[in-house]
């Protein structure tokens, strides 16, 4: 066995898996992946046709000695069964995202993973990227001066995203944790742990007709339970305060907004849902006669186009080396916390309180030598 790479399993077949497999054979050195299962074995044998793995059953998958790290790609509503299973065949986990539907069975898997010192890791692992580390580079450099507010507004339109993926109109697939999720955890991972969080969540259309030709439900009319619709005012735990609103009742193609707000300037950032972008900066001149020039501020890494599978190669790195493990799963359930407290907080018109708390994950710096796992 390869003392060098950690060998790798891959739970679930749909599209995002391509990218991910692409990414953690061809691109990240610490991870070897072996096998591939799925709820229908079927497309666990395409994929791996595809990629020269062993499509395998999940018993064979967990009863495999080889296999120290699993990548659970299916839907949120899975997660905790996957996961608890690995736990019991002693594996670290690598989850896409939100580590589970439930809050409680977030809880229990983190403390779980604790108990028998395992590691759990969870997507997104966007904030990674070029985009998000240029900004905390920025921050942690103190281009912003002290930063008091934020904002992010973000856009879907689910009379599509509806008809083509069924898993959004399951168990925690409404637009605050398959979307949100990104958001907030790239607010953690540049400010910080949140205190408390305020919202009105909206739902304003439970029912929706399939509109896609070609998909298995065209023409049909579709239960939609999630929530499509969220307006929050989030505070963290270092006292600075923002906004956070999504509506996913709008136009395709995302129109991403998320600026923060410090006394020497603003930041622009991009869409969290992606590891690249612009970055812009705009300085506080302090002189009103002076113009002031938004700059587009240098990357700070080489992960700008889609690097999925970065997550799981940075557990693999942890799991090697014993490196901090950025994606950590006590981040994911402090942000699963606050996706459910504006959930929550739809029907109660208070704030929650947040109880958990995290360390911010991490930089992530080319120049620190992190890209060291990677074969570019």
Excluded: W
């Amino acid at each position: 066995m390869d003392q060098k790479r950690v060998c790798t399993g891959v739970v679930g077949a749909g599209a995002i898996s391509d990218i991910y497999l692409k990414n953690m054979i061809h691109r990240f050195d610490c991870l070897s992946v072996k096998s591939i299962c799925a709820g229908h074995i079927e497309s666990a044998r395409k994929k791996a046709q595809i990629y020269g793995l062993q499509a395998v059953t999940m018993e064979e998958m967990m009863n495999d000695p080889e296999i120290r790290l699993i990548v659970n790609l299916t839907p949120a509503h899975v997660h905790y069964s996957v996961i608890r299973e690995a736990r019991e065949h002693g594996k670290h986990v690598y989850t896409e995202k939100t580590l589970t539907d439930e809050l409680e069975k977030s809880e229990e898997l983190v403390r779980l993973a604790r108990e028998k010192g395992l590691y759990l890791a969870s997507a997104p692992d966007t904030f990674m990227g070029a985009a998000l580390q240029t900004a905390r580079d920025a921050i942690d450099r103190g281009m912003l001066g002290e930063i008091h507010s934020f904002a992010v507004s973000a856009n879907r339109n689910n009379d599509i995203l509806l008809c083509i993926a069924d898993f959004l109109r399951q168990p925690g697939g409404g637009i605050v944790c398959d979307y949100g999720v990104y958001y907030v955890t790239a607010l953690v991972s540049l400010l910080g742990p949140a205190a408390r969080v305020g919202s009105i969540v909206g739902h304003p259309y439970p029912v929706h007709r399939n509109i896609v030709p070609g998909t298995p439900l065209y023409g049909q009319v579709m239960d939609t339970p999630n929530e499509s619709q969220v307006n929050a005012v989030i505070q963290l735990e270092s006292g600075v305060t923002g906004t956070f609103h999504i509506d996913a009742d709008s136009v395709t193609e995302d129109q991403a907004y998320f600026t923060i707000y410090g006394t020497k300037g603003i930041l622009f950032l991009t869409d969290s849902n992606q590891f690249g972008g612009e970055v812009r900066f705009l300085p506080n001149t302090m002189d009103p006669r002076e113009k002031q020039e938004l700059c587009v501020l240098p990357a700070v890494n080489e992960y700008s186009d889609n690097c999925r599978g970065i997550g799981p190669a940075d557990l693999a790195d942890t799991i090697l080396n014993g490196t901090p493990l950025r994606p950590s799963g006590e981040m994911a359930y402090h942000v699963h916390e606050i996706l459910n407290a504006m959930l929550a907080g739809g029907g109660l018109g208070a704030f929650t309180d947040i109880r958990s708390s995290c360390e911010r994950p991490e930089t992530f710096r080319a120049e620190e030598g992190q890209i060291r796992k990677v074969i570019l």
